[in-house]
């Protein structure tokens, strides 16, 4: 009975899914950008930090030595369209592994505050009051600041700078969950409070989670461009596009292209996420699991 009410329920809620219009687009684009990446070795036509000698800021559907550049090389030499292949992985993959660790680290220190409350409770909120006392970008700049500009320092920054919106969301679905009668049965047959934390609370709090990773991972592609684009993020030749909008500032009006493909490809992947995770928020209730 069980496993047929939560098939009908996932049923109803792909139904509902598809048929919301921007969740599907945002799903499309995002199935998209994530191909790309997976199969960058494959799609790329050269190495992203192939240099070609003397065929500098190339216009798009240029041949140079037996070479061609569908979308033109940029101002060393080097081919445009591989090293946006190349930078969606850099990117994609700074989102999912920011999404992973404020995700499991905020998710567990909401949840602590929310399930304990008293003095742990309040420990935690002013640790995420202080967090949020800067903007995220600023907050990342100051963690790069003292870190230095790396890939990992990147992701690092990035994570902890998106750590409130994840601890505040899981501590008001707990503290929403903690005091209903299913969760007071389990308390009084014995179960521990790890028991009563991860098995009985949290599955019941998952939905709105799932929806602001899907916006949280749009956040950390923004955070992490902004701070290529200032030079405290990937450091080059590393293709990612926050970089490549930088190192292409100089030349914004002589070769605007170098300028506009990075830009498009975040401003395209943070709007698909954007509109999947409104989708998502608009679709995935749980009120539909009766």
Not at 22 to 39: E, K, N, R, T
Not at 111 to 118: E, H, R
Not at 165 to 188: D, G, P
Not at 217 to 238: H, K, N, T, V, Y
Request: net charge neutral; aromatic share 10%.
């Amino acid at each position: 009975m069980n496993d047929t009410t939560e098939t009908s329920s996932l049923k109803e809620f792909s139904l509902q899914f598809i048929h919301h219009k921007g969740a599907l687009l945002g799903f499309i684009i995002i199935a998209f950008f994530m191909l790309v990446a997976l199969c960058a070795n494959l799609l790329a036509p050269y190495a992203s930090d192939t240099i070609f000698q003397n065929a500098f800021r190339l216009p798009p559907f240029s041949e140079y030595t037996h070479n061609y550049f569908i979308l033109g090389t940029d101002d060393v030499g080097r081919d445009l369209l591989s090293r946006l292949i190349y930078g969606s992985r850099i990117s994609l993959g700074i989102g999912f592994f920011t999404v992973v660790l404020s995700l499991s680290i905020g998710g567990i220190l909401g949840l602590a505050a929310g399930y304990f409350g008293g003095s742990i409770d309040s420990l935690i909120m002013r640790i995420n009051d202080i967090i949020m006392a800067l903007p995220s970008v600023l907050f990342a700049i100051v963690i790069i600041s003292v870190l230095g500009p790396s890939l990992a320092n990147t992701i690092i920054a990035v994570s902890v700078a998106e750590l409130p919106h994840f601890m505040r969301l899981m501590r008001a679905q707990v503290m929403a969950e903690k005091n209903k009668n299913y969760v007071i049965i389990s308390r009084t047959m014995g179960a521990s409070h790890l028991r009563q934390m991860f098995t009985t609370i949290l599955p019941n709090c998952l939905a709105p989670i799932i929806v602001q990773s899907a916006l949280g991972f749009s956040d950390a592609i923004l955070c992490a461009a902004a701070l290529g684009f200032l030079g405290l993020g990937a450091e080059p030749p590393i293709p990612e596009w926050g970089t490549m909008l930088s190192d292409a500032r100089p030349f914004i009006e002589s070769s605007p292209i170098l300028v506009t493909l990075p830009g498009l490809c975040i401003f395209i992947t943070v709007l698909a996420f954007n509109i999947f995770g409104d989708g998502l928020r608009d679709t995935f209730d749980p009120k539909l699991k009766r």
